[in-house]
């Protein structure tokens, strides 16, 4: 792994461990940040991660008031994000918590099947038994707030985006390249639906307000149209 | 008591500073638009720079004022009025139980702030006042106003006294911000390279700090789509999704520019071919649809440079606020 360091603007930082995307440095990447936030620096204000990278975003001012030399804070940062790298063992696993999904593959839920058939040459039932086989990790959460990037997915399933976004209703799944994910909240969308969920994903009103984080895991299991208008959230 | 929506405008929504750390659950930031005239706009009524805001844009809301209140608008002129009365932004307004504020016309700018002495007596959710629309939660129940809304405010130590002396339905407070200098629109705007920045073709290069962009009619809280010259990367890496900040420019599949704004989402996977200077950001805020923008390359050193200069600033000015209105409140006979 060969990291590099660089700055987003005067107020974010990004240290990036680059591709392939693999288990090893995603899980190195949260444990940094599980570091980093174990003891926050004054002014940090959030740790975002990507499947290899995090980004420091920090208030300028508070951060500036702490240095002893504000110029250098650049190379205070690098020096800073070097040293937790250093320190993070790479060979940790985050702890692991896997959240079994229902997914209703039904074709009325799964707009995007037949032609995904068509494209991998694969049947639907083929397309189904292979996605709800695998635990998938998740590599990061983002695009929509608790929108989970779960990966990866076998080879036989790699597809393309869509060409042209579409609307896809909430709880809808979906998977493009090599991911696999689920749209908490209607949105337009470029992944090929292959399912449904009737599982609530976000909720506001509850703390936390989404049950799962990046490092956690994820696996499918297939439920029926029925089951699904008859589900209830807990 | 509350502030009653006589009439709700296009957008009009509560914001703070934003909600920040929660990107390990997607939860996007959001808040305002223009840190600066939100920032001043609580100056002038004696709250911190995070106390909750109204953001407007036009058309925007006519409110009604159930009680007293001491608020100030700062950010796009949009014409204010009081009962029919032009005010002005940038300055305290003492204004009566029962004042009407309307706004006629755009003048300039894109977004204006009301603040309130005291802020809203509304709930935060997770530690912010920002209204966030995907998840429908957060500032006026997860929403903009509606026509009928009533949002709570408590309005208390104001200097009545002085209210009830005048005989209209408010009271101009005689000092006034000086702004102009933060959104000269023939600046250049800075930004600072990203990590995909030497990707593009030297001619790319050249096209971006020597043409003109558009802010495009799709634009948006989300964020600015420019029209301009095609941007093309030589080398096609393939990216790899990872944070993203307010005023982070990505280069879109078509070559077409997006600069992120404040209802960015955490994450990216467009190319950053740089980061506007984060000074900047208010100016760019208040430049609406069709305004034309032309971009400056400069370095971290000056991007830094250019913070500290705001940074003093901006504190002379909040002090500057506060002891005006604490020389007002005691010549009333009140204490701030």
Redesign the interface.
């Known amino acids: 792994m060969n990291p590099f360091v660089?700055?987003?603007?005067?107020?974010?930082i990004?240290f990036?461990l680059?591709?392939p995307?693999d288990a090893q440095r995603n899980s190195t990447i949260l444990s940094m940040?599980k570091n980093i936030l174990a003891d926050p620096f004054p002014g940090l204000?959030?740790?975002?991660?990507?499947?290899?990278?995090?980004?420091l975003?920090y208030d300028?001012?508070i951060l500036?008031a702490q240095l002893s030399d504000?110029?250098k804070?650049?190379q205070h940062l690098e020096r800073y994000l070097t040293d937790i790298y250093n320190a993070t063992n790479k060979h940790d696993t985050v702890q692991e918590i896997l959240h079994r999904i229902p997914v209703c593959y039904d074709p009325l839920m799964a707009q995007d099947l037949v032609t995904l058939s068509d494209q991998l040459k694969l049947d639907a039932a083929e397309i189904i038994k292979l996605h709800h086989e695998a635990v998938y990790n998740i590599y990061?959460?983002?695009?929509?707030?608790?929108?989970p990037?779960l990966g990866l997915l076998p080879d036989k399933l790699f597809s393309e985006r869509k060409r042209t976004p579409a609307k896809v209703p909430a709880g809808a799944v979906a998977i493009a390249g090599r991911q696999t994910g689920i749209y908490p909240?209607s949105s337009p969308g470029g992944w090929n639906i292959i399912g449904r969920t009737p599982v609530t994903l976000?909720d506001?009103?509850k703390y936390?307000?989404?049950k799962w984080?990046?490092g956690d895991q994820v696996k499918f299991f297939p439920i029926s149209h029925d089951e699904f208008n008859q589900y209830q959230d807990p | 008591m509350s502030i009653r929506i006589v009439k709700a405008g296009v957008l009009d929504t509560v914001q703070d500073a934003g909600r920040h750390g929660y990107s390990h659950w997607g939860i996007n930031p959001g808040g305002v638009m223009d840190s600066f005239a939100a920032s001043v706009a609580n100056w002038l009524v004696g709250n911190q720079e995070s106390t909750a805001v109204l953001e407007m844009h036009f058309p925007a809301p006519m409110l009604r004022f159930e009680k007293d209140a001491l608020i100030a608008l700062c950010g796009a002129d949009l014409s204010p009025a009081i009962n029919d009365v032009p005010v002005s932004n940038w300055q305290p307004l003492l204004i009566k139980k029962d004042a009407v504020l309307s706004f006629r016309k755009p003048v300039w700018g894109a977004r204006c702030y009301l603040s309130l002495k005291g802020g809203f007596s509304i709930d935060p959710w997770l530690n912010s006042y920002s209204t966030n629309l995907v998840v429908q939660a957060g500032g006026w129940r997860g929403d903009k106003l509606q026509t009928e809304d009533a949002i709570p405010f408590e309005g208390k130590n104001l200097p009545v006294n002085a209210l009830h002396a005048s005989s209209t339905n408010f009271m101009r407070l005689p000092w006034k911000v000086k702004y102009e200098h933060i959104y000269d629109i023939d600046e250049r705007i800075p930004f600072t390279s990203g990590p995909e920045w030497d990707q593009l073709s030297e001619q790319s290069r050249i096209l971006m700090v020597k043409s003109a962009f558009e802010i495009g009619s799709s634009s948006d809280r989300m964020g600015y789509q420019l029209d301009g010259p095609e941007l093309f990367r030589e080398k096609n890496v393939q990216m790899i999704s990872s944070g993203v900040t307010f005023g982070t420019m990505q280069l879109l599949p078509g070559g077409k520019m997006i600069i992120l704004m404040a209802d960015h989402q955490t994450t990216g996977g467009y190319p950053r071919l740089g980061f506007i200077a984060g000074t900047y950001l208010p100016r760019l805020a208040q430049s609406g649809i069709r305004s034309v923008l032309y971009f400056q390359l400069i370095n971290l050193i000056e991007a830094n440079q250019m913070m500290a200069d705001r940074l003093r600033e901006n504190q002379l000015l909040k002090k500057n606020c506060f002891e005006n209105l604490n020389s007002f409140y005691a010549m009333h006979g009140y204490q701030l």
């Open positions: 660089y700055p987003c603007g005067e107020s974010a990004t990036d680059g591709g995307i940040r204000v959030d740790v975002v991660t990507g499947y290899s990278s995090l980004t975003i300028w001012p500036h504000p110029a804070s650049y990061m959460i983002g695009f929509l707030p608790g929108f990037y909240f976000f506001p009103s936390p307000p989404v984080q990046a």
